[in-house]
Protein backbone atom coordinates (compact mmCIF):
# COMPACT_ATOMS: atom_id res chain seq x y z
CA UNK A 1 0.00 0.00 0.00
CA UNK A 2 2.84 2.78 0.75
CA UNK A 3 4.21 2.08 -2.81
CA UNK A 4 0.51 3.38 -4.19
CA UNK A 5 0.47 6.19 -1.60
CA UNK A 6 3.65 7.54 -2.54
CA UNK A 7 2.01 7.24 -6.73
CA UNK A 8 -1.14 9.17 -5.36
CA UNK A 9 1.32 11.78 -2.97
CA UNK A 10 3.73 12.53 -6.68
CA UNK A 11 0.08 12.55 -8.63
CA UNK A 12 -1.04 15.37 -6.55
CA UNK A 13 2.58 16.63 -6.56
CA UNK A 14 2.47 17.26 -10.40
CA UNK A 15 -0.74 18.66 -10.27
CA UNK A 16 -2.37 15.63 -11.64
CA UNK A 17 -5.59 14.82 -9.47
CA UNK A 18 -7.57 13.06 -11.95
CA UNK A 19 -4.65 10.02 -11.45
CA UNK A 20 -4.53 10.86 -8.03
CA UNK A 21 -8.14 10.43 -7.82
CA UNK A 22 -7.99 7.01 -10.06
CA UNK A 23 -5.43 5.27 -7.84
CA UNK A 24 -7.70 6.54 -4.76
CA UNK A 25 -10.53 5.02 -5.76
CA UNK A 26 -8.40 1.70 -5.87
CA UNK A 27 -7.48 1.87 -2.89
CA UNK A 28 -10.11 2.56 -0.90
CA UNK A 29 -12.38 0.04 -3.06
CA UNK A 30 -9.23 -2.62 -2.47
CA UNK A 31 -9.13 -2.14 1.32
CA UNK A 32 -10.93 -4.54 3.54
CA UNK A 33 -13.40 -2.62 5.99
CA UNK A 34 -11.00 -3.66 9.04
CA UNK A 35 -8.05 -2.40 6.94
CA UNK A 36 -9.56 1.40 7.20
CA UNK A 37 -8.11 2.24 10.11
CA UNK A 38 -5.20 1.67 9.28
CA UNK A 39 -5.42 3.43 5.95
CA UNK A 40 -7.09 6.37 7.45
CA UNK A 41 -4.05 6.55 9.42
CA UNK A 42 -1.43 6.72 6.78
CA UNK A 43 -3.37 9.48 4.70
CA UNK A 44 -3.77 11.20 7.74
CA UNK A 45 0.18 11.08 8.15
CA UNK A 46 0.94 12.01 4.66
CA UNK A 47 -1.59 15.02 4.58
CA UNK A 48 0.06 16.96 8.25
CA UNK A 49 3.51 16.29 6.56
CA UNK A 50 2.23 17.84 3.73
CA UNK A 51 0.87 20.62 5.60
CA UNK A 52 4.45 20.57 7.77
CA UNK A 53 6.23 21.19 4.21
CA UNK A 54 3.69 23.55 2.47
CA UNK A 55 2.67 21.56 -0.05
CA UNK A 56 -0.86 22.76 0.27
CA UNK A 57 -2.07 20.45 -3.25
CA UNK A 58 -1.11 17.65 -1.89
CA UNK A 59 -2.60 18.28 1.53
CA UNK A 60 -5.97 18.99 -0.10
CA UNK A 61 -5.84 16.05 -2.11
CA UNK A 62 -5.22 13.59 1.38
CA UNK A 63 -7.16 15.63 3.39
CA UNK A 64 -10.41 14.97 1.05
CA UNK A 65 -9.57 11.80 0.96
CA UNK A 66 -9.19 11.72 4.61
CA UNK A 67 -12.77 12.99 4.64
CA UNK A 68 -14.31 10.24 2.22
CA UNK A 69 -12.37 8.13 4.59
CA UNK A 70 -13.37 9.20 7.62
CA UNK A 71 -16.46 11.89 7.46
CA UNK A 72 -17.24 13.65 11.00
CA UNK A 73 -13.89 12.88 12.53
CA UNK A 74 -11.70 14.93 14.50
CA UNK A 75 -8.62 14.49 12.93
CA UNK A 76 -10.69 15.02 9.58
CA UNK A 77 -11.73 18.16 10.17
CA UNK A 78 -8.38 19.53 11.77
CA UNK A 79 -7.12 18.54 8.54
CA UNK A 80 -9.87 20.02 6.42
CA UNK A 81 -8.92 23.59 9.06
CA UNK A 82 -5.36 23.61 7.99
CA UNK A 83 -5.90 23.36 4.65
CA UNK A 84 -8.42 25.98 4.34
CA UNK A 85 -6.33 28.34 6.50
CA UNK A 86 -3.08 27.20 3.97
CA UNK A 87 -5.26 28.65 1.43
CA UNK A 88 -7.60 31.48 2.75
CA UNK A 89 -6.94 32.35 5.95
CA UNK A 90 -7.52 31.55 9.41
CA UNK A 91 -10.88 33.25 9.63
CA UNK A 92 -12.48 31.11 7.03
CA UNK A 93 -10.50 27.71 8.84
CA UNK A 94 -12.05 28.37 11.93
CA UNK A 95 -15.46 29.43 10.79
CA UNK A 96 -15.83 26.25 9.50
CA UNK A 97 -14.15 24.17 12.26
CA UNK A 98 -16.57 25.84 15.00
CA UNK A 99 -19.58 24.35 12.78
CA UNK A 100 -18.00 20.81 12.95
CA UNK A 101 -17.57 21.22 17.01
CA UNK A 102 -21.25 22.64 16.62
CA UNK A 103 -22.57 19.77 15.47
CA UNK A 104 -20.45 17.51 16.98
CA UNK A 105 -19.20 18.49 20.43
CA UNK A 106 -18.07 15.28 21.82
CA UNK A 107 -14.91 13.77 19.67
CA UNK A 108 -12.77 10.96 21.22
CA UNK A 109 -9.00 11.80 21.34
CA UNK A 110 -7.87 8.66 22.73
CA UNK A 111 -10.37 5.50 22.93
CA UNK A 112 -9.04 2.58 25.28
CA UNK A 113 -9.98 -0.88 24.21
CA UNK A 114 -10.82 -1.91 27.85
CA UNK A 115 -14.70 -1.90 28.48
CA UNK A 116 -14.12 -0.66 31.98
CA UNK A 117 -11.91 2.15 30.89
CA UNK A 118 -12.23 5.44 33.02
CA UNK A 119 -14.25 7.56 30.50
CA UNK A 120 -12.51 11.58 31.01
CA UNK A 121 -14.40 14.08 29.48
CA UNK A 122 -12.32 17.18 29.16
CA UNK A 123 -14.07 20.60 28.57
CA UNK A 124 -12.55 22.71 26.04
CA UNK A 125 -13.83 25.97 23.80
CA UNK A 126 -13.15 27.40 20.64
CA UNK A 127 -13.48 30.80 21.58
CA UNK A 128 -14.14 33.81 20.14
CA UNK A 129 -11.08 34.56 18.57
CA UNK A 130 -9.50 33.07 15.14
CA UNK A 131 -7.82 29.65 15.92
CA UNK A 132 -5.00 28.62 14.23
CA UNK A 133 -4.35 25.03 12.96
CA UNK A 134 -1.18 24.97 11.50
CA UNK A 135 0.05 21.70 10.63
CA UNK A 136 -3.59 20.33 10.98
CA UNK A 137 -3.37 20.25 14.84
CA UNK A 138 -5.41 21.44 17.42
CA UNK A 139 -4.27 24.41 19.22
CA UNK A 140 -6.49 25.27 22.12
CA UNK A 141 -6.80 29.29 22.05
CA UNK A 142 -5.05 31.13 25.19
CA UNK A 143 -6.76 30.36 28.17
CA UNK A 144 -7.07 26.62 28.29
CA UNK A 145 -4.70 23.77 30.12
CA UNK A 146 -2.64 22.04 27.61
CA UNK A 147 -3.98 18.54 27.67
CA UNK A 148 -2.99 17.04 24.51
CA UNK A 149 0.58 15.21 25.65
CA UNK A 150 -1.10 13.55 28.91
CA UNK A 151 -3.96 11.91 27.13
CA UNK A 152 -1.75 8.77 26.27
CA UNK A 153 -3.31 6.36 29.00
CA UNK A 154 -5.04 3.27 27.92
CA UNK A 155 -6.45 2.85 31.42
CA UNK A 156 -9.12 6.23 30.18
CA UNK A 157 -10.89 6.74 27.11
CA UNK A 158 -10.57 10.54 27.04
CA UNK A 159 -12.52 12.87 24.86
CA UNK A 160 -12.35 16.54 23.83
CA UNK A 161 -15.81 18.25 24.55
CA UNK A 162 -16.06 21.97 22.66
CA UNK A 163 -18.58 23.43 25.18
CA UNK A 164 -19.96 26.29 22.93
CA UNK A 165 -22.91 24.08 22.12
CA UNK A 166 -22.88 21.33 25.07
CA UNK A 167 -25.82 20.08 26.47
CA UNK A 168 -25.88 17.94 30.15
CA UNK A 169 -26.81 15.21 28.48
CA UNK A 170 -23.29 15.25 26.54
CA UNK A 171 -21.75 15.44 30.01
CA UNK A 172 -23.41 12.19 31.70
CA UNK A 173 -21.75 9.41 29.82
CA UNK A 174 -18.29 10.59 31.55
CA UNK A 175 -16.89 9.46 34.90
CA UNK A 176 -15.23 12.24 35.22
CA UNK A 177 -14.90 15.41 33.54
CA UNK A 178 -11.87 17.76 33.60
CA UNK A 179 -12.11 21.71 32.87
CA UNK A 180 -9.28 22.80 30.73
CA UNK A 181 -11.12 26.46 30.67
CA UNK A 182 -9.12 28.28 32.48
CA UNK A 183 -8.89 32.02 32.19
CA UNK A 184 -12.06 33.58 33.20
CA UNK A 185 -10.44 36.81 31.74
CA UNK A 186 -11.25 35.32 28.41
CA UNK A 187 -14.09 32.94 29.02
CA UNK A 188 -15.90 34.23 32.00
CA UNK A 189 -19.25 33.67 29.69
CA UNK A 190 -18.07 30.14 29.53
CA UNK A 191 -17.34 29.28 32.93
CA UNK A 192 -20.42 31.22 34.40
CA UNK A 193 -22.57 28.81 31.94
CA UNK A 194 -20.45 25.31 32.53
CA UNK A 195 -20.91 25.86 36.85
CA UNK A 196 -24.54 25.82 35.66
CA UNK A 197 -23.97 22.96 33.88
CA UNK A 198 -21.79 21.01 36.15
CA UNK A 199 -23.48 21.81 39.19
CA UNK A 200 -26.69 19.63 37.69
CA UNK A 201 -24.47 16.52 37.48
CA UNK A 202 -23.92 15.58 41.18
CA UNK A 203 -22.29 12.37 40.59
CA UNK A 204 -19.86 13.41 38.36
CA UNK A 205 -16.48 14.73 39.55
CA UNK A 206 -15.19 17.31 37.98
CA UNK A 207 -11.23 18.25 38.01
CA UNK A 208 -10.69 21.91 38.25
CA UNK A 209 -14.20 22.78 38.51
CA UNK A 210 -15.59 26.04 36.51
CA UNK A 211 -16.70 28.18 39.44
CA UNK A 212 -12.67 27.25 40.77
CA UNK A 213 -11.16 28.54 37.62
CA UNK A 214 -13.42 31.70 37.32
CA UNK A 215 -12.46 33.19 40.25
CA UNK A 216 -8.54 32.65 40.54
CA UNK A 217 -7.58 35.60 38.83
CA UNK A 218 -3.86 37.38 39.03
CA UNK A 219 -5.91 39.99 41.05
CA UNK A 220 -7.91 37.77 43.69
CA UNK A 221 -5.14 35.42 44.34
CA UNK A 222 -2.52 38.48 45.13
CA UNK A 223 -4.85 39.46 48.04
CA UNK A 224 -5.19 35.80 49.75
CA UNK A 225 -1.41 36.34 51.23
CA UNK A 226 -1.92 39.06 53.35
CA UNK A 227 0.51 37.95 56.74
CA UNK A 228 2.52 35.38 55.62
CA UNK A 229 6.36 36.19 56.45
CA UNK A 230 7.54 33.71 54.07
CA UNK A 231 5.94 34.71 51.07
CA UNK A 232 6.00 37.53 48.90
CA UNK A 233 3.24 37.62 46.30
CA UNK A 234 3.58 41.12 44.51
CA UNK A 235 -0.02 43.26 44.03
CA UNK A 236 -1.52 42.61 41.55
CA UNK A 237 -4.38 44.87 39.98
CA UNK A 238 -7.21 45.24 37.12
CA UNK A 239 -7.43 48.33 35.44
CA UNK A 240 -9.49 49.39 32.90
CA UNK A 241 -7.53 51.95 30.94
CA UNK A 242 -9.22 51.79 28.30
CA UNK A 243 -12.28 53.23 29.48
CA UNK A 244 -10.87 56.36 30.87
CA UNK A 245 -8.56 57.59 28.14
CA UNK A 246 -8.59 60.99 29.32
CA UNK A 247 -6.85 59.62 32.96
CA UNK A 248 -2.97 59.11 32.15
CA UNK A 249 -2.31 55.28 32.93
CA UNK A 250 0.72 57.03 35.52
CA UNK A 251 -2.26 58.42 37.27
CA UNK A 252 -4.77 55.41 37.82
CA UNK A 253 -1.43 53.35 38.47
CA UNK A 254 -0.94 55.58 41.53
CA UNK A 255 -4.87 55.94 42.30
CA UNK A 256 -4.49 51.66 43.07
CA UNK A 257 -1.74 52.30 45.74
CA UNK A 258 0.92 50.94 43.01
CA UNK A 259 4.20 53.02 42.32
CA UNK A 260 7.21 52.20 39.88
CA UNK A 261 8.59 50.19 38.95
CA UNK A 262 5.41 47.68 37.80
CA UNK A 263 4.65 45.37 35.33
CA UNK A 264 1.64 45.76 32.85
CA UNK A 265 -0.07 43.19 30.61
CA UNK A 266 -3.70 43.08 29.39
CA UNK A 267 -5.32 40.85 31.23
CA UNK A 268 -5.65 38.22 28.71
CA UNK A 269 -2.35 37.43 27.46
CA UNK A 270 -0.17 34.44 27.79
CA UNK A 271 3.25 33.80 27.51
CA UNK A 272 4.36 37.12 28.50
CA UNK A 273 2.74 38.44 25.50
CA UNK A 274 2.37 42.09 25.56
CA UNK A 275 4.38 42.12 29.26
CA UNK A 276 6.46 45.00 29.66
CA UNK A 277 8.09 47.10 32.92
CA UNK A 278 7.55 50.40 33.43
CA UNK A 279 10.59 52.05 35.57
CA UNK A 280 10.40 55.86 34.55
CA UNK A 281 7.46 58.28 34.14
CA UNK A 282 8.44 58.49 30.46
CA UNK A 283 7.69 55.07 30.06
CA UNK A 284 4.57 54.98 31.38
CA UNK A 285 3.82 57.66 29.40
CA UNK A 286 4.87 56.28 25.84
CA UNK A 287 2.71 53.01 26.52
CA UNK A 288 0.04 52.48 24.20
CA UNK A 289 -2.82 51.15 26.32
CA UNK A 290 -4.91 49.02 23.86
CA UNK A 291 -8.68 47.91 24.05
CA UNK A 292 -8.79 45.91 27.02
CA UNK A 293 -8.08 46.11 30.26
CA UNK A 294 -4.78 45.61 31.77
CA UNK A 295 -2.98 43.41 34.58
CA UNK A 296 -0.63 46.02 36.74
CA UNK A 297 1.42 44.30 39.24
CA UNK A 298 4.07 45.88 41.27
CA UNK A 299 7.58 44.77 40.72
CA UNK A 300 9.49 43.04 43.30
CA UNK A 301 13.03 42.47 42.32
CA UNK A 302 14.63 39.02 41.87
CA UNK A 303 18.07 38.97 40.80
CA UNK A 304 20.30 36.52 42.40
CA UNK A 305 23.33 37.50 43.98
CA UNK A 306 25.71 36.27 40.97
CA UNK A 307 23.44 38.66 38.75
CA UNK A 308 20.90 35.76 36.94
CA UNK A 309 17.30 35.49 37.23
CA UNK A 310 15.83 32.53 37.67
CA UNK A 311 11.84 31.45 37.17
CA UNK A 312 10.98 28.00 39.04
CA UNK A 313 8.03 26.53 38.23
CA UNK A 314 6.29 23.40 40.13
CA UNK A 315 2.51 21.59 39.47
CA UNK A 316 0.25 20.61 42.04
CA UNK A 317 -1.11 17.63 40.83
CA UNK A 318 -3.69 15.91 43.26
CA UNK A 319 -1.96 15.36 45.92
CA UNK A 320 1.40 15.61 44.45
CA UNK A 321 3.80 18.21 43.79
CA UNK A 322 5.70 17.98 40.27
CA UNK A 323 8.88 20.11 39.60
CA UNK A 324 8.79 21.13 35.92
CA UNK A 325 11.34 23.63 35.50
CA UNK A 326 14.16 26.52 35.96
CA UNK A 327 15.01 29.08 33.78
CA UNK A 328 18.09 30.89 34.49
CA UNK A 329 18.22 34.33 32.19
CA UNK A 330 20.64 37.65 32.35
CA UNK A 331 17.35 40.01 32.30
CA UNK A 332 14.08 39.89 34.26
CA UNK A 333 12.03 38.64 31.40
CA UNK A 334 12.80 35.13 31.74
CA UNK A 335 11.07 32.94 29.49
CA UNK A 336 11.16 29.57 27.39
CA UNK A 337 13.35 31.16 24.59
CA UNK A 338 16.02 31.36 27.16
CA UNK A 339 17.07 28.19 27.20
CA UNK A 340 18.27 28.63 23.71
CA UNK A 341 20.16 31.66 24.52
CA UNK A 342 21.86 32.16 28.51
CA UNK A 343 21.44 28.54 29.18
CA UNK A 344 22.55 27.29 25.92
CA UNK A 345 25.78 29.81 26.65
CA UNK A 346 26.20 28.36 30.37
CA UNK A 347 26.31 24.36 30.75
CA UNK A 348 26.16 24.89 34.61
CA UNK A 349 22.55 26.73 34.23
CA UNK A 350 21.24 23.16 33.38
CA UNK A 351 23.10 21.13 35.52
CA UNK A 352 21.37 23.47 38.45
CA UNK A 353 17.81 22.94 36.40
CA UNK A 354 18.54 19.11 36.67
CA UNK A 355 19.34 19.01 40.10
CA UNK A 356 16.61 21.20 40.61
CA UNK A 357 14.31 18.37 39.03
CA UNK A 358 15.80 15.60 41.13
CA UNK A 359 15.88 17.38 44.36
CA UNK A 360 12.94 15.38 46.98
CA UNK A 361 14.35 17.03 50.10
CA UNK A 362 16.25 20.32 51.66
CA UNK A 363 15.48 23.59 52.64
CA UNK A 364 14.59 24.37 49.27
CA UNK A 365 12.27 21.15 48.60
CA UNK A 366 10.82 22.35 52.13
CA UNK A 367 9.86 25.84 50.98
CA UNK A 368 8.41 24.77 47.72
CA UNK A 369 6.05 21.91 49.34
CA UNK A 370 4.64 24.79 51.56
CA UNK A 371 3.83 26.74 48.92
CA UNK A 372 2.37 24.76 46.98
CA UNK A 373 0.07 23.28 49.50
CA UNK A 374 -0.68 26.73 50.12
CA UNK A 375 -1.81 27.43 46.79
CA UNK A 376 -3.86 24.54 46.40
CA UNK A 377 -5.63 25.48 50.23
CA UNK A 378 -5.99 29.00 48.22
CA UNK A 379 -7.00 28.12 45.01
CA UNK A 380 -8.51 24.91 45.65
CA UNK A 381 -7.46 24.01 41.91
CA UNK A 382 -6.52 20.17 41.53
CA UNK A 383 -4.10 20.62 38.97
CA UNK A 384 -1.90 23.83 38.69
CA UNK A 385 1.11 25.27 38.05
CA UNK A 386 3.15 28.38 40.04
CA UNK A 387 5.94 30.09 38.83
CA UNK A 388 8.38 31.61 41.77
CA UNK A 389 11.39 32.97 42.29
CA UNK A 390 13.59 33.25 45.88
CA UNK A 391 14.49 36.31 47.00
CA UNK A 392 18.28 37.54 47.84
CA UNK A 393 16.99 36.90 51.94
CA UNK A 394 15.52 33.44 51.15
CA UNK A 395 11.60 34.30 50.45
CA UNK A 396 9.81 33.02 47.67
CA UNK A 397 8.46 35.45 45.23
CA UNK A 398 5.00 33.97 43.76
CA UNK A 399 4.41 35.09 40.04
CA UNK A 400 1.61 33.25 39.45
CA UNK A 401 -0.50 30.22 39.98
CA UNK A 402 -3.09 29.04 37.60
CA UNK A 403 -3.77 25.72 34.91
CA UNK A 404 -3.12 27.98 32.16
CA UNK A 405 0.46 27.85 31.71
CA UNK A 406 2.51 24.90 29.99
CA UNK A 407 3.23 21.85 31.76
CA UNK A 408 5.14 19.90 29.24
CA UNK A 409 7.58 20.94 26.41
CA UNK A 410 8.39 17.68 24.46
CA UNK A 411 9.89 20.13 21.61
CA UNK A 412 12.94 20.85 24.29
CA UNK A 413 13.43 16.73 24.93
CA UNK A 414 16.33 15.93 22.43
CA UNK A 415 18.51 19.12 23.63
CA UNK A 416 17.84 18.69 27.45
CA UNK A 417 17.50 14.62 27.61
CA UNK A 418 16.77 15.32 31.68
CA UNK A 419 13.33 16.68 31.28
CA UNK A 420 11.87 13.20 29.83
CA UNK A 421 12.02 11.99 33.26
CA UNK A 422 10.12 15.23 35.06
CA UNK A 423 8.07 14.69 32.01
CA UNK A 424 7.18 10.56 33.24
CA UNK A 425 6.56 11.88 36.43
CA UNK A 426 4.21 14.14 35.51
CA UNK A 427 1.89 12.25 33.70
CA UNK A 428 1.84 9.69 36.29
CA UNK A 429 0.34 12.15 38.85
CA UNK A 430 -1.95 13.02 36.74
CA UNK A 431 -3.62 9.83 35.64
CA UNK A 432 -2.98 8.84 39.81
CA UNK A 433 -5.17 12.31 40.07
CA UNK A 434 -8.12 11.40 37.50
CA UNK A 435 -8.02 7.72 39.14
CA UNK A 436 -8.56 9.28 43.18
CA UNK A 437 -10.84 11.70 41.60
CA UNK A 438 -13.18 9.25 39.91
CA UNK A 439 -14.09 8.05 43.72
CA UNK A 440 -14.55 10.97 44.96
CA UNK A 441 -18.08 13.16 43.61
CA UNK A 442 -18.08 16.70 43.80
CA UNK A 443 -20.44 18.24 46.85
Not at 45 to 55: C, G, P, Q, S
Not at 186 to 209: C, E, H, K, M, R
Request: negative net charge.
Amino acid sequence: MDDVLELIEQAADDGNRDEASRLQKIVTAGTPENGLRVLSASVYKIARAALTDNRIDVAKVFCEWLNMLQPGQLATALGIAGVTQALTGSGAATQGFRKFVHKKPVNGVRASTSASATRVGILVSTGTADMDFDEGVLLLPDGHTEVNHLTGNEDFSFSLVFVDRVKKAHLQKFDILVCAISDSCIFADTLTYLQGLTSALPGIPVVNGPAKQARNTRDWLSTRFDGDSNLVFPKTVRLHVQLQPDIPLLTQVRDAGLELPVLVRPVSSQNGRGLEKLDTEQAATRYRVGDEALYVTEFVEFVSDDGFYRKYRCWKIGDRIASNHLFVHDQWKVHGNCRFTTMEKFAWAKDEEDEFLSETDGPRFDAIVALMDKLGQRTELDYFGADFAFSQDGRVIVFEANASMRPLHPEYGERYPYLKDMEKAHKAAFDDMLQARVRIPDA
